[in-house]
């Protein structure tokens, strides 16, 4: 069974940066591409970044100029560093992986942005 963990998420002030990071029971590119969604209370999960097995990255419109995506293939491993953060990004983030129809989730982790 395909494990997503995340981790580094927490509380940040407005202004402030965080990394997430997501690390994959498997060998990464066993997969069409891993990335980050968000889910913010009341909303719909939107998609915050993605990167594909070939290391193309997109970008969600939301947060587009103030996130990167990165890969660390030893470590199966993807993350999101996110600046400029404001409260309107606070929400549980998601990494999901996909392998052809296959879509797998992780449990999410809090971000919290204060004023």
């Known amino acids: 069974q395909v494990q997503l963990v995340e981790s580094g998420g927490g509380s940040v002030q407005a202004g402030g940066s965080l990394r997430l990071s997501c690390a994959v029971s498997?060998?990464?590119?066993?997969?069409?591409?891993v990335g980050w969604y968000r889910q913010a209370p009341g909303k719909e999960r939107e998609l915050v970044a993605r990167?594909?097995?070939?290391?193309?990255?997109f970008y969600g419109d939301s947060l587009e100029g103030r996130i990167t995506i990165s890969r660390d293939n030893a470590q199966n491993s993807v993350y999101l560093h996110m600046n400029s953060l404001s409260p309107g990004d606070t929400a549980i983030y998601y990494c999901?992986?996909?392998?052809?129809?296959?879509?797998?989730w992780g449990q999410g982790t809090q971000v919290t942005v204060s004023s």
């Open positions: 999901r992986a996909t392998i052809l129809s296959r879509i797998f």
């Open positions: 990167i594909n097995v070939g290391g193309r990255t």
């Open positions: 498997e060998n990464i590119f066993n997969f069409n591409d």
